[in-house]
Each structure stands twice: as C-alpha cells, then as structure tokens.
C-alpha cells in the first residue's frame, strides 16, 4: 500500500510485517506487549473515543509523558487518523512553558503520564482557556482516567465515520506541533505535516543497515529518548515502518538493565549519553588495578593507533577486541548493529574509539524544522567528522557567508502563530536557513563547524566558534560541561562543571582535601590549576584568538531540571550565562553586576 500519511505506516506493518511485539513497556516489573493488531484496533477505539469526545480535524491535544510507553503509541495514532494535531511535550519544562505552549497551540486536552504531570498541567489549566479536560495513563484518585476515551470507543459501530476522515486527509495537512526544546528565549512550535515527516522516513530508510538473515520480527530497538524530540518521533515511525520491535525502556538510569533484558540490535542516542558510557567504562577499567587496568589500557593504545575504522585486522587487533571491547558490546546487550546519533556534534575521538570497539555509530544531522534529518552517515557511505551525505530527497546548499540551507519535502510548514519568525528562516528563493555553518567536501559529505548563532566575536573582530573548542575540552576526564564565552571580550574564557566524581577520585589519590559538596569542590585551588594545565594543553591545539585565557569552576551540576541544559543535554547558553553572571565579570574583572 502507499504510504502518505503518517497512520498509513500502522496499515503499511499491518499488512506486511505483523507481529506479535510491535511495541513494549514494562509495567511494574514485567514486559507487556501491543501486537500489531492490537495497535490498529486500540488506535481505531481511540479515534472513536475521541470523537464522541468532540473532537474534529484540526484539533489540538497534548501529550506528554515522563517516559514513553505503549498508551503514547495508541493515542498518537488515534489523534493522526482523524485529523487532529498532536502535541507531544516535554515533561521537564517548566509550568511557565507548559502554559505558553498550551495557550499558543491551543491544546483542547492533554493526556499525561502520571501524578507529577498532572499536577503540573492542573496547576495552569485555569490559565489555558482552550484545554477543556486532563485525562491520566495511570490510575490516579479524581482524576479522569485514558481508559475512559477507550471505553467510548470501545464499540465499533462507528469505525466509518473514523475510515471516512482518515480517507480525507491529505499529505500536506498538520499532523504535529513540536517545540523546540528553546536554548535561547520562547519555545517555537513547529508545525509538520504527515508528509514532512513520512518524506523524512522515506528519505532516511535505505541509511538503517539491515543484518542478514536478521527477520524483521525478530529485529529489536530499545528506544529511551524523548518521542516528543523529533528525533525520536521520526525513528519511532522508520522503525515502524520497517517493521521492527520497539522496546521503550524505563528510564536513563535502567538503561543497563533494559539492554540486558532486550538485546537490541538499534538505539538511538545523544552524543552526551555516549561520552557518559564512555568515561563509566574508562572508569572502570582504569581501577580494576594490576593486570586488569594494564590490559585495558593496552588496548586503549591498540585502537588509538589503528588506521582507520573497522574489523580488527592483526593479532594485537584480535587479542585486544577479545579481552576488552567485546566486554563493551556485552554491556549493550551483544547484539547492537548501530547506533544512531543526533542532535548535537559527536566528537571524532569518541566515534573511532566505538567504531573499532565494534559498535558503529551512524551520526546525523537536522533540526526540528527539517524533519529532522538532513543528512547521516551509512555502512556504506561513512566518514568520521562528518554528518554524512545529505538525503536523496534533499536540497542542501552552502550560503556565501558558509550557512547550510536546505529545501525539500521534509522542511516544515510554518512557526505557530508567528508569521514574522517563519519568513526570517526562509531565504528569498525557498531555502530553510539552519543557522549552523558547515561545507560539503569533495566526496559529498556534509561536515558541520558550528552553530552560526553561537558563534561570537571577540573585541579584537575575531571569530570564535565555541562548540568546536568545547567538544575538544571535554576529552578531558576533569571536565564534565564546559561553555566558552566572550562576546565582546577581548579573550574568551569558560564555565568549567568538573566531573564531581572524578575529581573526587582523583582528590582521594593524592591526598588532597578538596570537599565533598559540588559547591566545595568549585572553591578548590589545587583543582583549578589541574584544570587549567588540561586549559593549557587544549589551547596548544587553537589559534591564538581561540585560546581559553581564563576559567572559573561552577558550584552545581549542569542539568535538565537546573534549567541549564535541554532535555537533550544541549547546552541554554542564554540560562548558564545569566546565573553565573557574577563569576563571569569576575573573569574579566568587573565587579558587580555591570556589564
């Protein structure tokens, strides 16, 4: 069957890929499983349900969930095939964002999670003139439940009236709002249609490697980012589309045991996760002691040396990926065929070190706006630095001034009621502006060098791209988040987040007393100076303008819930400068609050 629409993908695995676990969640201990079949028909109650709620074509409901599970599945299709607009949320903004996202999307209701986020919409309901009920996934005292909506769908008698919406809507309607996660300013609420994104899933498809003799039944994803990330919104619907199982996992912290328990074969990850996974096996491996820490850091060396990626070639190769780095494909669950990154810059490092480990990462590249993919590297076609080649179904073009612009079926439609914003994204021949700078080399490969918007200049009229320089910094084991600032300076400097566990460590090794508390530790000048010969090593390798003149250490750590990272783990530079204000004119020894 063609495939248009986005609920036309359920169809699509209804009729050629039917499977028994199409989605999984566990609940209270136990893995519990929607087949494909059940899919359809609870999708189907859902759209009834709704509809006798009052629910018509162009409606918006919200969802929004702590993790996602299989009740997100059943109602995002309920909500798509009658023509209403979904709304997925994140669950760590703040009140003030839900209610600005509510009121400029004019949600009609929202499904929650949980008892936290019921609270938090209940508590700005009154606010949002719009949102006419709440509805819970989980039981909750007083509270209407989902399972309410599915009981008023439950009889099918009105399953036509359902088929005759869905057999109106066009390619071209709205299917969803995404906001952005907002590093700067005013969440923007992104408006995609079902052929933005079923574009997008087209484009990206021939990119997934598929393992012989793996049947798509038997072919598992564990799936843990946020599915109201475009990112994971559009992989939730190539995976579907290519039939496949979809674990969601509990949480970040459960991800060690979910792999166990799953085994799967594909994830989808942010360059923040992959550094963490790496620094707890560097960790590790480095404090087994004797034999052990010899043996780990031996084959360190064996990698770091290697030409090149691939399978290992060579006794040394051989002998290093079986004592060590098979260890780290186990710890994925031993079945992992790629990982895939998106949404921010991985460092080369990082890549080559799980590329020889045998876990190939594939890294991407694209924005809310795009769908989100613009370009992702391959099996077939990878190159490390880059963000691979651009998708067939694409238009990329460098901008005189290096600005990577795109057109194509999966650029998005409009902003939410800002007219003004849409236009100033757009050039006058149709181009999307990015607002990331980059090339295409010689090959074809797409390479990103930074985001055109935090990219400042100095008071010397000299150019500094910041994300390059921090994904260089945080190599270090000290350094846990570091952001380089220094408009209008004469220098830049940085906000330096230790690694508060290893520096604890690192303390208790020689002897140093430098606290206990992330607010001790920043005080410490035996740190300071540890961090800044790391500071002095990395500078070696930048130009004089570019170099890191001062550093001050943060008191706290960087987080989703401090306000100072998305719930991506991107850097709010606009929120981390604004709270470390005091320490920054520090820096350039003003005093006060003046600038």
């Not at 929650?112 to 606010?127: F, M, N, T």
């Amino acid at each position: 069957m063609s495939v248009t629409r986005l609920f036309d993908i359920s169809r699509h695995c209804l009729e050629k890929f039917p499977n028994d676990k199409m989605f999984s969640t566990k609940y209270d201990g136990e893995w519990k499983s929607l087949s494909t079949q059940e899919f359809v028909n609870n999708g189907n109650a859902a759209s009834r349900g709704l509809l006798k709620l009052g629910i018509e074509p162009g409606d918006k409901i919200a969802i929004i969930t702590s993790a996602t599970r299989n009740e997100w599945v059943v109602m995002d299709l309920g909500i798509l095939q009658i023509g209403a607009v979904s709304v997925p949320v994140y669950p760590t903004i703040s009140t003030d964002d839900y209610e600005y996202i509510f009121n400029n999307s004019d949600a009609k209701y929202c499904f929650v999670s949980d008892r936290g986020l019921y609270d938090k919409v209940a508590a700005i309901k009154s606010k949002v003139p719009s949102l006419q009920g709440i509805f819970s996934f989980d039981e909750i005292d007083g509270v209407a439940n989902w399972q309410e909506v599915m009981n008023m769908g439950a009889d099918d008698a009105t399953q036509g009236e359902v088929d005759d919406i869905a057999r109106s809507i066009k390619e071209d309607d709205l299917a969803t709002i995404i906001y952005t996660s907002g590093t700067t300013g005013k969440p923007k609420g992104v408006m995609l249609t079902h052929q933005n994104i079923v574009a997008n899933v087209q484009g990206a498809y021939p990119r997934i490697p598929r393992k012989k003799g793996l049947e798509y039944q038997d072919t598992k994803v564990l799936s843990f980012l946020p599915i109201c990330h475009i990112f994971e919104r559009m992989l939730f619907y190539l995976y579907q589309y290519n039939g496949m199982s979809l674990y969601f996992a509990e949480s970040i912290d459960k991800m060690s045991e979910n792999m166990q328990e799953v085994k799967p074969h594909y994830m989808s990850v942010v360059p923040r996760l992959i550094e963490k996974v790496y620094d707890k096996i560097y960790e590790k491996g480095t404090s087994s002691g004797g034999l052990k820490t010899k043996i780990f850091l031996w084959a360190m060396s064996v990698s770091k040396a290697k030409n090149g990626i691939g399978k290992p070639s060579g006794i040394k190769e051989i002998i290093a990926d079986k004592l060590v780095f098979s260890k780290w494909r186990e710890g994925l669950g031993g079945n992992i065929i790629t990982l895939i990154s998106g949404s921010a810059a991985l460092s080369d490092r990082l890549n080559k070190m799980f590329q020889n480990a045998g876990i190939p990462i594939m890294e991407g590249y694209g924005l809310t706006e795009t769908s989100p993919v613009i370009a992702v590297n391959s099996f077939e076609h990878m190159r490390i630095g880059t963000v691979g080649k651009p998708l067939h179904n694409l238009d990329v073009k460098i901008q005189e001034d290096g600005e990577i612009t795109v057109k194509g079926p999966s650029v998005f439609k409009a902003y939410m009621k800002n007219e003004e914003g849409t236009r100033e994204v757009f050039t006058p021949d149709g181009y999307f502006k990015t607002g990331d700078i980059g090339h295409i080399d010689e090959d074809g490969f797409l390479k990103i060098t930074d985001r055109k918007k935090e990219m400042f200049k100095t008071s010397g009229g000299k150019y500094v791209a910041p994300q390059i320089i921090e994904n260089l910094a945080k190599a270090s084991k000290f350094i846990e988040q570091i952001m380089v600032v220094g408009e209008g300076e004469k220098m830049p400097t940085a906000f330096v987040q230790p690694d508060f566990g290893f520096v604890k460590n690192w303390a208790k090794r020689h002897n140093l007393n430098i606290g206990d508390t992330p607010e001790e530790i920043a005080k410490s000048e035996e740190l300071k100076a540890r961090i800044e010969k790391e500071i002095e090593y990395l500078n070696t390798k930048l130009g004089n303008w570019e170099q890191i003149k001062k550093i001050t250490l943060t008191p706290e750590v960087w987080s989703i819930e401090s306000g100072m990272l998305t719930p991506t783990l991107k850097l709010k530079r606009k929120a981390i400068r604004e709270r470390y204000n005091d320490l920054y004119n520090k820096m350039y020894n003003r005093t006060g609050n003046a600038e």
